[in-house]
């Protein structure tokens, strides 16, 4: 084993601080919450997908708030226009002049709830955004603050009035998460801190500057070869089965390799491990899964597919 970042101690105290701010209103969250730290230091983005009522958006303002960023939710409509997400130029007739109204996308953190409620022309406006952290208004490109992150939920498909969200735009979102309803214990421990939470002071545990130098340190994180390659096969492995009519993308790879080296820093090690990958694909492959007609007619699922490939995978020896 070579190279490895040293990371210091003062790294794991910044994550425990988040952790533990957030912990503080939702509870029994913390994998998602630890997805979520993921992809704000990687820069990425992540679906949130579940019923109602689980406290998606509370979960998005109380990450955002302990991370010192600044957060927008946008409530998605079949009305709604390009303009109202990105931006649009106004004319001022007191000094006859355009002025740029900025849209709510422009916060570090955004929550853009029930997005297959938007017509595919406003979820197209999410493309360049998410890819490329800058947006085009009336061909002026503006940048995204940094850090920057969008978290969106979806409601189930087919439901009345909704859209289907393209494998495109799918494939923008570098983690998935489904979240489930909370066991008896911890939604008794929910109902004692109903009042507490509604009391409770949302200040940030750290700044955005300090979430850059959290990337900044991820990109020093060492991956060995052998851990690069078991990524890939795990990749190729699904996109090669008889059962998948569309295969994850390299970029799936590449989220996978960005995300390993968040979890190594957050867990205090300055190189990757297979567990780091583990922890990570059953959130970054699944969605990226097109099946064949025959696999969804029969009993195979994208996440059956992601568990068969760990199982039959050969994990890299001696990187502990």
Known sequence: MRG????????????????????QVIIGLDDVVDILLVAMVSWGHVLLEGPPGLGKTTLAKTFAQAVGSTFKRVQMTPDLLPADILGVNVYNPFDYTWVLRRGPIFANVVLVDELNRASPK????????????????????????????VLATQLPYGEHGTY????????????????????????????????????????????PGEV???H?????????????????????????????RMGPSPRASI??????????????????????????????????VELSPQ?????????????????KVAVPKGIE
């Open 4 to 23: 490895g970042l040293r990371v210091e101690s003062s790294v794991a105290e910044k994550i425990g601080r988040v952790r533990d701010r957030v912990s």
């Open 122 to 149: 406003v979820q197209s406006a999410f493309l360049e955004v998410m890819q490329e952290r800058q947006a085009t208004i009336e061909n002026e490109t503006l940048q995204m603050p940094s850090p920057f992150m």
């Open 164 to 207: 289907p969200l393209s494998s495109v735009q799918i494939d923008r979102f570098s983690y998935r998460v489904g979240l489930g309803g909370p066991d008896a214990d911890s939604e008794v421990r929910i109902l004692g801190r109903v009042d507490e939470i509604e009391e409770m002071d949302g200040g940030a545990v750290i700044d």
């Open 212 to 214: 850059l130098e959290l």
């Open 216 to 244: 900044r340190m991820a990109q020093g994180v060492y991956v060995d070869d052998s851990v690069k390659r078991y990524i890939v096969d795990l990749v190729q492995y699904i996109r090669r089965s008889p059962h998948v």
């Open 255 to 288: 989220w996978l390799y960005r995300g390993s080296r968040v979890r190594a820093l957050m867990d205090g090690r300055g190189h990757v491990v297979p567990d780091d990958i583990k922890g990570l694909v059953k959130s970054v492959i699944p969605h990226r």
């Open 295 to 311: 696999a969804r007619a029969g009993e195979v699922t994208p996440m059956g597919l992601v568990e068969e490939a760990l199982e």
